[in-house]
């Protein structure tokens, strides 16, 4: 289902590295194009494939000044529903996710007795190996080029489990999370971490598509107000990528800041969502 618009993304990636490079100097389309190796009708083409959108449109959601318009939109947005009471503004993202922290003494056993299956898939972000346990999916992550580095990642993660490649069990879940629908049953996660990364990574939840927010409003959506860095660093070990959406934090400036997965790809996500939520 993702193949074509995985196939995109490496062409879609190199002309975000480009326009990072040269903002300043606001580069033509036919420009962008040359660098990727394509005609400017093709490059067009295969851009609005991939974002819905055109890359002139695409690249107006990533400039600092539209970023700090939604970090103001959604902050607003947040306060509102939090004082009625609410966990967030995305009522349905809430009933698309649940999610499950592992106990302490399955922390200390670093997954002995545990099976994990695991697939190579590709994406609308390139490719990524999400993985499994009967509880619910423990990890996803984008793949290089070099593929076995990501399974061996994974196990670093869980050294006493049971590593088990079966596409056939992860496929459905990828078409799930980026295709996704509050039909059938909510896709469940199970996080292992500390309780300080945890509480982080459920306050991530609560953003919905399309929204961003700054590293200190997380904080406070953590219950974290005065520990800012240790949130951004908790943010930058989610093992649960784009499900669990680290990629909508960015600095209160407007600025995109880091990814562990790369910078053109935080942008080509936050655009991606912007382009699918943000004009419906």
């Known amino acids: 289902m993702f193949a074509e618009a995985s196939a995109d993304y490496a062409c879609i990636e190199k002309a ?6 040269n903002y300043q100097s606001q580069p033509s389309l036919a420009e962008i194009a040359a660098q990727v190796g394509l005609s400017e009708f093709h490059f067009q083409r295969l851009f609005t494939r991939w974002a819905g959108i055109s890359p ?3 690249a107006q959601y990533l400039t600092m000044q539209h970023a700090k318009q939604v970090l103001d939109e959604s902050q607003s947005v947040l306060e509102a529903a939090y004082a009625a009471g609410l966990s967030g ?12 922290a592992i106990t302490p003494g399955e922390y200390k056993s ?17 490719e990524t190996l999400l993985a499994l346990t009967e509880r619910g999916i423990c990890g996803l992550s984008f793949v290089s080029a070099r593929q076995a580095q990501a399974v061996d990642e994974l196990g670093r993660a869980w050294p006493r489990a049971n590593l088990v490649a079966d596409e056939d069990e992860t496929r459905p879940y ?13 896709l469940p996660v199970y996080l292992k971490g500390t309780n300080f990364q ?8 609560r953003i919905p598509p399309g929204a961003l927010v700054s590293y200190g409003t997380l904080a406070k959506m953590s219950g974290q107000d005065k520990a ?10 989610n093992p649960i990528a784009y499900l669990i959406p680290c990629h909508r934090v960015i600095h209160q400036a407007g600025g995109f800041g880091s990814y562990h997965w790369g910078t053109a790809r935080k942008k080509a996500m936050i655009g991606w969502e912007a382009a699918h939520f943000s004009e419906q």
């Open 174 to 186: 990828l078409t799930r999370i980026f295709s996704p629908s509050t039909n059938g049953n909510p």
């Open 228 to 237: 800012v860095r240790a949130v951004g660093t908790a943010v930058g070990r």
């Open 110 to 126: 670093k997954g002995e007795g545990l099976t994990i299956r695991y697939g190579i898939h590709p994406t609308p972000f390139g």
């Open 89 to 100: 503004p995305g009522r349905l993202h809430d009933l698309f996710i649940t999610h499950e």
């Open 56 to 58: 002139k449109r695409f």
């Open 198 to 205: 945890i509480q982080v990574w459920t306050a991530l939840l």
């Open 16 to 21: 975000i590295y480009y326009l990072e490079e």
